[in-house]
């Protein structure tokens, strides 16, 4: 499954931005999504989750991201989304969403949990 993220760019302090990733030809539906990021000489990092539409699409973030960063998903446009508020320089890094098809629980919060993985999108953020 080829996964594309875009909405990626260079933004200012305090600037919101929404990321997006589809699956051209495939539905997601059927798929757990997971956002991640990975800054220069770091290593990548969960951002946030949503389960599969079938089993009530909720949400999972880790305490770091929960409030600032929404996931969401339009399964009529088979796309997942990234809602990031009040960024920061911080948070400048190479955005990457993922999915796997995961039959419970939460999608999962490493990088071994998911099975495909889009190319990733840049997000920088000046002061």
């Known amino acids: 499954v080829q996964l594309q993220a875009s909405g990626g760019g260079l933004v200012q302090a305090g600037d919101s931005l929404r990321l997006s990733c589809e699956a051209p030809?495939?539905?997601?539906?059927?798929?757990?999504a997971g956002w991640f990021r990975q800054a220069p000489g770091k290593e990548r990092e969960f951002i946030g989750g949503?389960?599969?539409?079938?089993?009530?699409?909720?949400?999972y973030y880790t305490d770091s991201s929960r409030g600032r960063f929404t996931v969401s998903r339009d399964n009529a446009k088979n796309t997942v989304y990234l809602r990031m508020n009040s960024l920061s320089p911080e948070d400048t890094a190479v955005y990457y969403c993922?999915?796997?098809?995961?039959?419970?629980?939460?999608?999962?919060?490493?990088?071994?949990?998911?099975?495909?993985w889009g190319q990733g999108t840049q997000v920088t953020v000046s002061s």
């Open positions: 949503i389960r599969r539409s079938g089993s009530g699409g909720r949400t």
């Open positions: 030809g495939r539905t997601f539906i059927n798929y757990n």
């Open positions: 993922a999915i796997n098809n995961r039959p419970s629980g939460s999608p999962g919060y490493t990088m071994s949990d998911y099975i495909y």
